[in-house]
Protein backbone atom coordinates (compact mmCIF):
# COMPACT_ATOMS: atom_id res chain seq x y z
CA UNK A 1 0.00 0.00 0.00
CA UNK A 2 2.95 2.38 0.29
CA UNK A 3 3.20 3.33 -3.25
CA UNK A 4 -0.52 4.61 -3.09
CA UNK A 5 -0.17 6.13 0.12
CA UNK A 6 2.97 8.29 -1.24
CA UNK A 7 0.36 9.00 -4.43
CA UNK A 8 -2.11 10.57 -1.95
CA UNK A 9 0.81 12.57 -0.35
CA UNK A 10 2.12 14.17 -3.53
CA UNK A 11 -1.68 14.60 -4.22
CA UNK A 12 -1.45 17.97 -1.59
CA UNK A 13 1.61 19.02 -1.62
CA UNK A 14 1.65 19.24 -5.51
CA UNK A 15 -1.42 21.32 -4.92
CA UNK A 16 0.26 23.66 -2.53
CA UNK A 17 1.36 25.94 -5.38
CA UNK A 18 -1.07 29.19 -5.79
CA UNK A 19 -3.24 28.98 -9.38
CA UNK A 20 -3.46 31.51 -11.39
CA UNK A 21 -6.67 32.06 -13.46
CA UNK A 22 -4.76 33.85 -16.16
CA UNK A 23 -1.05 34.46 -16.39
CA UNK A 24 0.05 37.29 -17.93
CA UNK A 25 1.07 36.76 -21.96
CA UNK A 26 5.02 36.37 -21.55
CA UNK A 27 4.13 33.18 -19.51
CA UNK A 28 2.65 31.87 -22.33
CA UNK A 29 3.22 31.05 -25.69
CA UNK A 30 1.05 30.48 -28.41
CA UNK A 31 2.37 30.11 -32.03
CA UNK A 32 1.05 28.91 -35.34
CA UNK A 33 3.19 26.75 -38.09
CA UNK A 34 2.40 25.56 -41.74
CA UNK A 35 3.76 22.99 -43.44
CA UNK A 36 3.26 24.88 -46.64
CA UNK A 37 4.12 27.90 -46.94
CA UNK A 38 3.96 27.83 -50.54
CA UNK A 39 0.33 26.29 -52.09
CA UNK A 40 -0.26 25.40 -55.93
CA UNK A 41 -2.65 27.96 -57.54
CA UNK A 42 -5.27 24.95 -57.67
CA UNK A 43 -5.47 24.82 -54.04
CA UNK A 44 -4.83 21.66 -51.40
CA UNK A 45 -4.12 20.44 -48.17
CA UNK A 46 -2.03 22.08 -45.88
CA UNK A 47 -1.55 21.41 -41.95
CA UNK A 48 -1.32 23.60 -39.49
CA UNK A 49 0.17 23.14 -35.98
CA UNK A 50 -0.26 25.45 -33.01
CA UNK A 51 1.57 25.21 -30.42
CA UNK A 52 1.23 25.96 -26.62
CA UNK A 53 4.49 26.53 -24.44
CA UNK A 54 3.76 27.90 -20.52
CA UNK A 55 6.23 28.96 -18.24
CA UNK A 56 5.83 27.94 -14.72
CA UNK A 57 4.75 30.26 -11.88
CA UNK A 58 5.87 29.86 -8.53
CA UNK A 59 3.49 30.89 -5.65
CA UNK A 60 4.04 30.56 -1.57
CA UNK A 61 0.38 29.70 -1.15
CA UNK A 62 -1.36 27.60 -3.00
CA UNK A 63 -5.05 28.63 -3.72
CA UNK A 64 -7.92 25.81 -1.89
CA UNK A 65 -8.99 22.95 -3.78
CA UNK A 66 -12.49 22.19 -4.12
CA UNK A 67 -11.87 18.14 -4.81
CA UNK A 68 -14.47 15.14 -5.08
CA UNK A 69 -13.36 11.85 -4.98
CA UNK A 70 -15.56 9.16 -6.62
CA UNK A 71 -14.54 5.92 -5.64
CA UNK A 72 -15.89 2.33 -7.36
CA UNK A 73 -16.72 0.40 -4.89
CA UNK A 74 -18.81 -2.21 -7.23
CA UNK A 75 -18.05 -5.63 -6.36
CA UNK A 76 -15.00 -6.60 -8.90
CA UNK A 77 -12.87 -3.74 -6.14
CA UNK A 78 -12.64 -6.50 -4.03
CA UNK A 79 -9.97 -7.84 -6.33
CA UNK A 80 -6.51 -7.92 -6.14
CA UNK A 81 -7.07 -5.84 -3.41
CA UNK A 82 -7.88 -2.31 -5.09
CA UNK A 83 -10.39 -1.09 -2.32
CA UNK A 84 -7.70 -1.40 0.42
CA UNK A 85 -5.19 0.50 -1.42
CA UNK A 86 -7.64 3.02 -2.08
CA UNK A 87 -8.61 2.91 1.80
CA UNK A 88 -5.48 4.08 2.20
CA UNK A 89 -4.98 5.94 -0.40
CA UNK A 90 -8.07 8.29 1.34
CA UNK A 91 -6.75 7.80 4.63
CA UNK A 92 -3.49 9.52 3.36
CA UNK A 93 -5.51 12.44 1.48
CA UNK A 94 -7.62 13.29 4.04
CA UNK A 95 -4.75 14.01 6.68
CA UNK A 96 -3.54 16.37 4.24
CA UNK A 97 -6.25 18.28 3.20
CA UNK A 98 -6.10 21.98 4.69
CA UNK A 99 -9.18 23.70 7.61
CA UNK A 100 -9.96 25.75 4.22
CA UNK A 101 -10.21 23.48 1.55
CA UNK A 102 -14.06 21.95 0.18
CA UNK A 103 -14.03 18.18 0.10
CA UNK A 104 -16.39 15.63 -0.55
CA UNK A 105 -16.37 11.71 -1.38
CA UNK A 106 -19.16 10.07 -3.57
CA UNK A 107 -18.97 6.18 -4.00
CA UNK A 108 -21.09 4.26 -6.09
CA UNK A 109 -22.12 0.60 -7.29
CA UNK A 110 -25.91 0.16 -8.60
CA UNK A 111 -26.34 2.87 -5.66
CA UNK A 112 -24.79 6.12 -5.46
CA UNK A 113 -23.89 7.62 -2.05
CA UNK A 114 -22.48 10.55 -1.22
CA UNK A 115 -20.27 9.73 2.44
CA UNK A 116 -18.93 13.34 3.05
CA UNK A 117 -21.08 16.42 1.19
CA UNK A 118 -18.98 19.59 -0.52
CA UNK A 119 -17.88 21.04 2.79
CA UNK A 120 -14.44 22.93 4.07
CA UNK A 121 -12.39 20.55 6.01
CA UNK A 122 -11.95 22.49 9.05
CA UNK A 123 -11.51 19.83 12.15
CA UNK A 124 -13.37 17.04 10.68
CA UNK A 125 -10.63 14.65 9.66
CA UNK A 126 -11.51 12.19 12.35
CA UNK A 127 -15.05 11.78 11.06
CA UNK A 128 -13.98 11.72 7.57
CA UNK A 129 -12.10 8.95 8.34
CA UNK A 130 -14.25 7.10 10.13
CA UNK A 131 -16.53 7.27 7.17
CA UNK A 132 -14.00 5.51 4.58
CA UNK A 133 -13.29 2.87 6.97
CA UNK A 134 -17.25 1.22 6.42
CA UNK A 135 -16.62 1.23 2.37
CA UNK A 136 -16.47 -2.07 1.35
CA UNK A 137 -16.80 -3.90 -2.04
CA UNK A 138 -20.12 -4.91 -3.66
CA UNK A 139 -22.79 -4.46 -6.23
CA UNK A 140 -23.07 -3.32 -9.50
CA UNK A 141 -21.46 -0.26 -11.39
CA UNK A 142 -23.62 3.52 -11.72
CA UNK A 143 -20.68 5.37 -12.99
CA UNK A 144 -22.46 7.64 -14.87
CA UNK A 145 -24.68 8.44 -11.19
CA UNK A 146 -20.90 8.66 -9.40
CA UNK A 147 -20.37 11.47 -11.94
CA UNK A 148 -23.22 13.19 -12.03
CA UNK A 149 -23.18 13.37 -8.22
CA UNK A 150 -19.39 14.43 -8.27
CA UNK A 151 -20.07 17.17 -9.84
CA UNK A 152 -23.32 18.30 -8.04
CA UNK A 153 -21.05 18.22 -4.55
CA UNK A 154 -18.34 20.44 -6.53
CA UNK A 155 -21.05 23.09 -7.87
CA UNK A 156 -21.73 23.83 -4.39
CA UNK A 157 -18.55 25.87 -4.39
CA UNK A 158 -17.35 26.42 -7.61
CA UNK A 159 -15.42 29.79 -8.40
CA UNK A 160 -12.17 31.24 -9.88
CA UNK A 161 -10.97 30.88 -5.91
CA UNK A 162 -10.72 27.12 -5.85
CA UNK A 163 -9.11 24.73 -8.01
CA UNK A 164 -12.58 22.64 -8.85
CA UNK A 165 -11.49 19.17 -10.31
CA UNK A 166 -13.15 15.80 -9.99
CA UNK A 167 -11.27 12.68 -10.16
CA UNK A 168 -13.12 9.52 -10.93
CA UNK A 169 -12.27 6.06 -10.84
CA UNK A 170 -13.53 2.81 -12.35
CA UNK A 171 -12.35 -1.00 -12.89
CA UNK A 172 -15.60 -1.72 -14.35
CA UNK A 173 -18.20 -1.10 -17.08
CA UNK A 174 -20.98 1.14 -16.67
CA UNK A 175 -24.10 -0.90 -16.27
CA UNK A 176 -26.65 1.07 -14.72
CA UNK A 177 -28.04 4.55 -14.75
CA UNK A 178 -27.07 6.28 -17.57
CA UNK A 179 -24.60 4.00 -19.44
CA UNK A 180 -24.98 5.85 -23.26
CA UNK A 181 -21.24 7.46 -23.97
CA UNK A 182 -22.56 10.92 -25.42
CA UNK A 183 -24.84 11.60 -22.63
CA UNK A 184 -22.08 11.02 -20.05
CA UNK A 185 -19.43 12.70 -22.59
CA UNK A 186 -22.16 15.87 -22.66
CA UNK A 187 -22.66 16.00 -18.52
CA UNK A 188 -18.78 16.26 -18.66
CA UNK A 189 -18.32 18.97 -21.19
CA UNK A 190 -21.19 21.03 -19.74
CA UNK A 191 -19.14 21.31 -16.51
CA UNK A 192 -16.02 21.80 -17.74
CA UNK A 193 -17.54 25.15 -19.45
CA UNK A 194 -18.03 26.18 -15.94
CA UNK A 195 -14.35 25.46 -15.14
CA UNK A 196 -14.90 22.12 -13.40
CA UNK A 197 -12.72 19.48 -15.04
CA UNK A 198 -13.12 15.83 -15.03
CA UNK A 199 -9.93 13.29 -14.88
CA UNK A 200 -10.33 9.64 -15.24
CA UNK A 201 -8.41 6.15 -13.87
CA UNK A 202 -9.31 3.20 -15.95
CA UNK A 203 -7.73 -0.09 -13.70
CA UNK A 204 -7.45 -3.64 -14.76
CA UNK A 205 -8.97 -5.17 -18.14
CA UNK A 206 -12.53 -4.82 -17.66
CA UNK A 207 -13.17 -1.22 -17.93
CA UNK A 208 -14.72 0.47 -21.42
CA UNK A 209 -11.54 2.72 -22.05
CA UNK A 210 -13.19 4.51 -25.08
CA UNK A 211 -15.95 5.94 -22.51
CA UNK A 212 -12.98 6.84 -19.61
CA UNK A 213 -10.81 8.59 -22.83
CA UNK A 214 -14.15 10.30 -23.71
CA UNK A 215 -14.90 11.49 -20.21
CA UNK A 216 -11.65 12.83 -19.59
CA UNK A 217 -11.46 14.50 -23.43
CA UNK A 218 -14.81 16.42 -23.04
CA UNK A 219 -13.96 17.32 -19.18
CA UNK A 220 -10.87 18.63 -20.06
CA UNK A 221 -8.70 16.64 -17.90
CA UNK A 222 -6.26 13.49 -18.47
CA UNK A 223 -7.06 9.89 -18.64
CA UNK A 224 -4.79 7.02 -16.97
CA UNK A 225 -4.73 3.37 -18.04
CA UNK A 226 -3.84 0.99 -14.77
CA UNK A 227 -3.39 -2.66 -15.44
CA UNK A 228 -2.52 -3.19 -12.05
CA UNK A 229 -3.28 -0.81 -9.06
CA UNK A 230 0.29 -1.43 -7.99
CA UNK A 231 1.24 1.17 -10.45
CA UNK A 232 -1.13 3.91 -8.88
CA UNK A 233 1.13 6.01 -7.67
CA UNK A 234 3.20 6.95 -10.28
CA UNK A 235 0.75 8.02 -12.54
CA UNK A 236 -1.43 9.58 -9.79
CA UNK A 237 1.77 11.40 -9.02
CA UNK A 238 2.30 12.91 -12.34
CA UNK A 239 -1.52 13.99 -13.16
CA UNK A 240 -1.00 15.62 -9.15
CA UNK A 241 1.85 17.54 -10.33
CA UNK A 242 0.25 19.15 -12.95
CA UNK A 243 -2.54 20.08 -10.44
CA UNK A 244 0.13 22.09 -8.05
CA UNK A 245 0.51 24.86 -10.86
CA UNK A 246 -2.46 25.48 -12.87
CA UNK A 247 -2.36 28.68 -14.99
CA UNK A 248 -5.55 29.03 -16.80
CA UNK A 249 -8.69 26.50 -16.72
CA UNK A 250 -10.63 25.48 -19.53
CA UNK A 251 -8.70 27.01 -22.11
CA UNK A 252 -9.82 27.35 -25.65
CA UNK A 253 -8.34 27.92 -29.26
CA UNK A 254 -10.40 29.94 -31.35
CA UNK A 255 -10.11 30.38 -35.23
CA UNK A 256 -11.26 32.09 -37.90
CA UNK A 257 -10.81 30.86 -40.89
CA UNK A 258 -9.62 32.08 -44.08
CA UNK A 259 -12.15 32.77 -47.40
CA UNK A 260 -12.89 29.51 -48.56
CA UNK A 261 -10.52 27.87 -46.00
CA UNK A 262 -12.29 24.61 -44.53
CA UNK A 263 -11.37 22.35 -41.83
CA UNK A 264 -11.17 19.12 -42.44
CA UNK A 265 -9.95 18.02 -38.84
CA UNK A 266 -8.91 19.26 -35.63
CA UNK A 267 -6.70 15.38 -35.22
CA UNK A 268 -7.13 14.19 -31.52
CA UNK A 269 -9.09 17.29 -30.14
CA UNK A 270 -12.96 17.66 -29.72
CA UNK A 271 -13.91 20.45 -31.93
CA UNK A 272 -16.87 22.82 -33.15
CA UNK A 273 -16.68 24.57 -36.32
CA UNK A 274 -19.43 26.77 -38.26
CA UNK A 275 -18.75 29.23 -41.20
CA UNK A 276 -15.15 29.30 -40.80
CA UNK A 277 -15.22 29.26 -36.78
CA UNK A 278 -13.51 26.97 -35.10
CA UNK A 279 -13.06 26.84 -31.35
CA UNK A 280 -10.72 23.48 -30.29
CA UNK A 281 -10.84 22.42 -26.04
CA UNK A 282 -7.45 21.57 -25.20
CA UNK A 283 -8.45 22.15 -21.13
CA UNK A 284 -6.66 23.47 -18.33
CA UNK A 285 -3.34 25.08 -18.66
CA UNK A 286 -0.15 23.96 -16.44
CA UNK A 287 2.87 25.17 -15.74
CA UNK A 288 5.96 23.93 -18.09
CA UNK A 289 2.98 22.68 -20.03
CA UNK A 290 3.32 22.38 -23.75
CA UNK A 291 0.84 21.49 -26.21
CA UNK A 292 0.33 21.17 -29.78
CA UNK A 293 -2.75 20.84 -31.63
CA UNK A 294 -2.55 19.97 -35.83
CA UNK A 295 -5.57 21.32 -37.83
CA UNK A 296 -5.84 18.96 -41.35
CA UNK A 297 -7.53 22.33 -43.56
CA UNK A 298 -7.99 22.48 -47.78
CA UNK A 299 -6.99 25.75 -49.16
CA UNK A 300 -8.97 26.90 -52.12
CA UNK A 301 -7.61 27.58 -55.71
CA UNK A 302 -6.10 31.11 -55.65
CA UNK A 303 -3.63 33.59 -56.69
CA UNK A 304 -1.42 35.89 -54.53
CA UNK A 305 -1.79 35.52 -50.83
CA UNK A 306 -4.21 34.20 -48.42
CA UNK A 307 -4.87 34.29 -44.39
CA UNK A 308 -4.96 30.78 -43.67
CA UNK A 309 -5.75 30.76 -39.90
CA UNK A 310 -6.01 33.81 -37.13
CA UNK A 311 -5.95 32.32 -34.03
CA UNK A 312 -6.53 32.77 -30.84
CA UNK A 313 -5.78 31.65 -27.36
CA UNK A 314 -8.38 32.38 -24.29
CA UNK A 315 -9.52 31.05 -20.95
CA UNK A 316 -13.38 30.40 -20.43
CA UNK A 317 -15.92 29.54 -18.11
CA UNK A 318 -16.20 30.93 -14.82
CA UNK A 319 -12.94 32.26 -14.22
CA UNK A 320 -13.84 34.59 -17.19
CA UNK A 321 -12.46 35.81 -20.27
CA UNK A 322 -8.67 35.74 -20.61
CA UNK A 323 -6.42 36.12 -23.80
CA UNK A 324 -3.55 34.07 -23.60
CA UNK A 325 -2.50 34.88 -26.96
CA UNK A 326 -2.90 34.73 -31.04
CA UNK A 327 -1.02 34.36 -34.60
CA UNK A 328 -1.74 34.70 -38.15
CA UNK A 329 -0.89 31.90 -40.55
CA UNK A 330 -0.55 32.62 -44.15
CA UNK A 331 0.56 30.73 -47.86
CA UNK A 332 1.31 32.21 -51.23
CA UNK A 333 -0.17 30.71 -54.10
CA UNK A 334 2.44 29.25 -56.80
CA UNK A 335 2.37 28.02 -60.09
CA UNK A 336 5.12 25.85 -59.92
CA UNK A 337 4.61 21.98 -57.98
CA UNK A 338 8.89 22.60 -58.02
CA UNK A 339 8.88 25.46 -56.23
CA UNK A 340 5.91 24.11 -53.87
CA UNK A 341 7.79 21.63 -53.26
CA UNK A 342 10.91 23.07 -52.26
CA UNK A 343 9.48 25.15 -50.15
CA UNK A 344 8.07 22.89 -48.20
CA UNK A 345 8.73 22.63 -44.25
CA UNK A 346 10.11 19.41 -43.49
CA UNK A 347 10.28 19.75 -40.03
CA UNK A 348 6.34 20.48 -39.70
CA UNK A 349 5.65 17.86 -42.35
CA UNK A 350 7.04 15.65 -39.89
CA UNK A 351 5.06 16.33 -37.17
CA UNK A 352 1.67 16.18 -39.39
CA UNK A 353 2.42 12.82 -40.68
CA UNK A 354 3.14 11.48 -36.85
CA UNK A 355 -0.13 13.18 -35.99
CA UNK A 356 -2.29 11.86 -38.97
CA UNK A 357 -0.65 8.49 -38.06
CA UNK A 358 -1.72 8.80 -34.71
CA UNK A 359 -5.76 9.29 -36.13
CA UNK A 360 -5.11 5.87 -38.18
CA UNK A 361 -4.24 4.10 -35.10
CA UNK A 362 -7.44 5.39 -33.40
CA UNK A 363 -9.26 4.00 -36.49
CA UNK A 364 -7.30 0.54 -36.24
CA UNK A 365 -8.77 -0.19 -32.78
CA UNK A 366 -11.89 0.66 -33.98
CA UNK A 367 -11.85 -2.47 -36.65
CA UNK A 368 -10.54 -3.89 -33.14
CA UNK A 369 -13.76 -3.10 -31.15
CA UNK A 370 -15.25 -4.94 -34.15
CA UNK A 371 -13.31 -8.11 -33.37
CA UNK A 372 -11.61 -7.45 -36.87
CA UNK A 373 -7.87 -8.06 -35.44
CA UNK A 374 -6.75 -8.99 -38.83
CA UNK A 375 -7.96 -5.21 -40.41
CA UNK A 376 -6.94 -3.68 -37.28
CA UNK A 377 -2.79 -5.11 -37.87
CA UNK A 378 -3.38 -4.15 -41.42
CA UNK A 379 -4.15 -0.47 -40.30
CA UNK A 380 -1.52 -0.35 -38.52
CA UNK A 381 1.04 -1.75 -41.50
CA UNK A 382 -0.70 1.44 -43.93
CA UNK A 383 -0.17 3.84 -41.26
CA UNK A 384 3.92 2.68 -41.24
CA UNK A 385 3.82 2.65 -44.82
CA UNK A 386 2.21 6.21 -45.27
CA UNK A 387 4.92 7.67 -43.07
CA UNK A 388 7.52 5.98 -44.89
CA UNK A 389 6.40 7.16 -47.98
CA UNK A 390 6.60 11.08 -46.65
CA UNK A 391 8.74 13.25 -47.53
CA UNK A 392 10.08 13.99 -44.38
CA UNK A 393 11.35 9.96 -43.88
CA UNK A 394 14.17 10.22 -45.61
CA UNK A 395 15.10 13.96 -44.08
CA UNK A 396 18.30 14.63 -42.20
CA UNK A 397 17.91 15.08 -38.66
CA UNK A 398 15.14 15.95 -36.53
CA UNK A 399 12.54 15.51 -39.02
CA UNK A 400 13.27 12.14 -40.12
CA UNK A 401 14.14 11.04 -36.59
CA UNK A 402 10.62 11.43 -35.66
CA UNK A 403 9.43 9.40 -38.39
CA UNK A 404 11.34 6.43 -37.71
CA UNK A 405 10.61 6.76 -34.46
CA UNK A 406 7.02 6.96 -35.24
CA UNK A 407 7.38 3.99 -37.62
CA UNK A 408 8.84 2.00 -35.09
CA UNK A 409 6.28 2.48 -32.24
CA UNK A 410 3.52 1.32 -35.04
CA UNK A 411 5.64 -1.85 -35.47
CA UNK A 412 5.35 -1.79 -31.98
CA UNK A 413 1.72 -2.19 -31.45
CA UNK A 414 1.68 -4.58 -34.37
CA UNK A 415 3.74 -6.99 -32.45
CA UNK A 416 1.51 -6.04 -28.77
CA UNK A 417 -1.46 -6.96 -31.20
CA UNK A 418 -0.15 -10.51 -32.21
CA UNK A 419 1.75 -11.10 -28.37
CA UNK A 420 -2.27 -10.10 -27.19
CA UNK A 421 -3.75 -13.42 -28.67
CA UNK A 422 -5.16 -15.22 -25.74
CA UNK A 423 -6.20 -11.29 -24.37
CA UNK A 424 -6.63 -8.71 -26.96
CA UNK A 425 -8.63 -6.11 -23.84
CA UNK A 426 -4.91 -5.68 -22.87
CA UNK A 427 -3.38 -4.91 -25.81
CA UNK A 428 -5.98 -2.81 -26.90
CA UNK A 429 -6.02 -0.65 -24.00
CA UNK A 430 -2.29 -0.67 -24.03
CA UNK A 431 -2.04 0.50 -27.74
CA UNK A 432 -4.77 3.39 -27.19
CA UNK A 433 -3.21 4.47 -24.17
CA UNK A 434 0.20 4.94 -25.50
CA UNK A 435 -1.13 6.35 -28.95
CA UNK A 436 -3.56 8.61 -26.48
CA UNK A 437 -0.39 10.03 -24.33
CA UNK A 438 1.75 10.25 -28.40
CA UNK A 439 -1.43 12.49 -29.78
CA UNK A 440 -1.63 14.82 -26.35
CA UNK A 441 2.40 14.78 -25.46
CA UNK A 442 1.11 13.65 -22.03
Known sequence: MKPILSVLLTTLVSMQASCLAFPPQDKVHFEGHLNCPAVSTAGGRVYLRMSIAARETHRPERRPVNLAVVLDRSGSMSDESKMNYAKAALYALIDQLKRDDIFSLVIYDDVVETLRPAARVGGDRERIRSLVDDIYPRGWTNLGGGMQEGFRQVEEYVGKEYVNRVILLSDGLANQGITDPHRLQALARRQRDHSISLSTIGVGLDYNENLMVGLSENGGGNYYFLESSRNLASVLRKEFDRLSNVMAQNV????????????????????????????????????????????????????????????????????????????????????????????????????ADVAVSTRNVLKAMESLDKGDKEEATNMLHRASDALLASPAAAASGAAGVQVQEQVQRLRGYVDTLKSGTKDSRKAKKSIQYDNYQQQKQK
Request: charged residues 25%; proline residues 2%; negative net charge.
Open 252 to 351: IIELDLGRGVTLHDAIGYEHQSSNGRVQISVGDLYGEDTREVILELDVPPGSGSLTVARGKLVGAGSTGNGDLGSFDSGIKYEANAAVVERQRDLGEQAR
